[in-house]
């Protein structure tokens, strides 16, 4: 029993690092959920991919510029994502290209520059860390921003919930009761922008946005209203971060793969023993129903 | 009520036109079939009245019409079927006039949504969610949302199409009931026993209006004939028409 005690809990009572981390993952995955919920439920899985990818170069910019400075960096992220999400919005808009080839352009284009601005300070450590994720170094500060975009995150979820999900299930019919679809797809742009720049402090811009989709899609075996579905992605993100920590910290293992490779297995779990649509419960056999 | 008048009405994509100088009027109450072959610009048509497509030249007059009491059925609604989401709630989205984006569901507004869908003969269909129906009773429930969106006209694009005889028989008679209660109706249909027997009136229209007016006037062998001669191309190097200038 005791041991048990150690193994679970100690790390976290212990070591003031390991308790700002796992409320640092926790708040995430409150943000996360609903967004990486609404991002595969639109079909724009890759989007929230391409956008984590676009955050990278906006925060080496910020690097470059003041150094490991958490709100130049921040503030970097969220300018250069945010400018993407829109370049690639007009692109769709003005041209013939749909939204998911424009994207992949922009992000590629994002990343080059990324890794090119990183590659102009490859030797600095600390640039690596904060770019690959150092979730052990999560500093008052930082828990501060990601605690505060998490409660924007579902202050405005909740009050366009309604436009939000329409415009997501029967864009037509938003349009002929008056429109408003554009401005809630470019709200939710911002949001999901917001928290991958939250993410990326933690786990770094490539992993932050596994905390948004693994749990999402994985919630999608486990429910079937969106609601539900939201739930069950929070929940999942939540162990998968508490779990993940642990992992990382008895394994003496990085933080951030730890914690997506959690959320993995979960992932893997579902697909195969899922309540709706996986893998066993379409391939069962057995008792059919009277009508 | 205010009728919607059509006023030398041409619409089309890239400047080729799909329904081409277009007059008439849709009386407050009526009821209208549109029929003509594919390509003729029937969901053109309907496009351009709810207002998503605008003119190429002439106008739609709308009198003091709102855009929004104008309830329209697409030919394939672009509803994801595989949201999870329930009957119910799709249905409810037919409050959208009287809710809005923000405002609350109330307990006499969810009970007028369960008696819509009582009304299209889909009691107990409530928590389901949409992935699980059939494409009949999918119509169904798009019908419920129409009875609950309550508007004065109502613009249909082939509501019929897959979907059985029993399910276009129920849905004929809701038709048949808004008809009643004196809203304009106007739907693209391409059964032509199914305007005969229902439809007063009838646009036959293949691109140019073939005919309008009443049903019995306007479905001839002679007019269904022209129709059909109705070539379906975009003529690439037509020359720009002059009918316009005055």
């Not at chain 1, 600095?124 to 994720?133: A, K, M, R, T, Y």
Request: proline share 4%; with cysteine; charged share 15%.
């Amino acid at each position: 029993m005791n041991h048990l005690f150690e193994f679970f809990l100690s790390p976290f009572r212990e070591f003031i690092f390991m308790r700002h981390a796992l409320v640092a993952c926790l708040a995430l995955a409150l943000g996360c959920g609903p967004v990486g919920v609404l991002l595969v439920l639109r079909r724009m899985s890759l989007v929230g991919d391409a956008l984590s990818h676009a955050v990278l170069p906006g925060a080496a910019l910020g690097f470059l510029v003041s150094g490991l400075s958490l709100y130049a960096m921040t503030l970097g992220g969220l300018a250069v994502g945010l400018a993407v999400a829109l370049l690639a919005g007009a692109v769709t808009r003005l041209t013939l290209l749909r939204e998911d080839a424009s994207f992949a352009a922009l992000y590629l284009i994002s990343l080059a520059s990324g890794v090119l601005l990183v590659s102009l300070r490859g030797s600095n450590i600390d640039l690596i860390h904060v770019l690959f994720g150092t979730i052990l170094a999560v500093d008052d500060a930082a828990l501060i921003l990601v605690a505060a975009i998490t409660t924007v995150t579902l202050l405005i979820l909740a009050v366009i919930y309604r436009p939000l999900i329409v415009e997501c299930v029967d864009p037509g019919f938003l349009r002929s009761v008056g429109g408003g679809g554009a401005a809630m797809h470019f709200i939710f742009l911002v949001l999901v922008v917001l928290n991958l720049v939250a993410g990326f402090r933690a786990l770094g811009t490539l992993m932050a946005v596994g905390l948004m989709m693994v749990p999402a899609v994985s919630a999608r075996f486990w429910a079937r209203q969106v609601w539900s579905t939201t739930l069950a992605a929070v929940i999942i993100a939540m162990l998968a971060g508490y779990s993940g920590l642990l992992l990382s910290f008895h394994a003496n293992l990085p933080s951030g793969p730890s914690i997506i490779l959690t959320a993995g297995l979960c992932y893997v779990f579902s697909v195969i023993f899922g309540r709706h649509g996986s893998i066993y419960e379409r391939h069962r056999k057995g008792e059919h129903l009277e009508g | 009520m205010d009728a919607i008048i059509l006023d030398d009405l041409t619409l089309g994509y890239n400047g080729h036109p799909a329904v081409h100088h277009l007059s008439g009027v849709f009386e407050p109450g009526s009821m209208t079939a549109v029929v003509g072959p594919n390509g003729s610009g029937k969901s053109t048509l309907l496009k351009g009245l709810t207002g998503i497509l605008r003119p190429l030249g002439g106008r739609i007059e709308r009198g003091c019409l709102r855009i929004s009491q104008m309830a329209y059925l697409p030919q394939q609604a672009e509803i994801d079927r595989s949201f999870p989401i329930t009957v119910l709630d799709i249905v409810a989205l037919g409050l959208w006039q009287r809710i809005g984006m923000f405002g609350g569901m109330k307990k006499e507004l969810w009970e007028q949504a369960w008696q819509a869908l009582g009304a299209v003969g889909l009691e107990g269909f409530e928590p389901r969610a949409i992935g699980d129906l059939s494409a009949g009773q999918f119509q169904r429930v798009l019908f419920a949302r129409l009875l609950l969106q309550d508007c004065p006209v109502i613009l249909l694009d082939e509501p019929f199409t897959a979907v059985d005889a029993r399910t276009t028989a129920d849905l004929l008679g809701v038709i048949r009931r808004w008809h009643a209660e004196n809203r304009t109706i106007i739907a693209v249909l391409h059964n032509y026993d199914q305007v005969r027997s229902y439809f007063p009136k009838t646009l036959m229209l293949a691109r140019d209006p073939i005919g309008w007016g009443d049903t019995h006037e306007v479905l001839t062998p002679e007019n269904l004939q022209l129709a059909r001669q109705m070539s379906e191309a975009w003529d690439e190097t037509a020359a720009a028409c002059l009918r316009s200038q005055p």
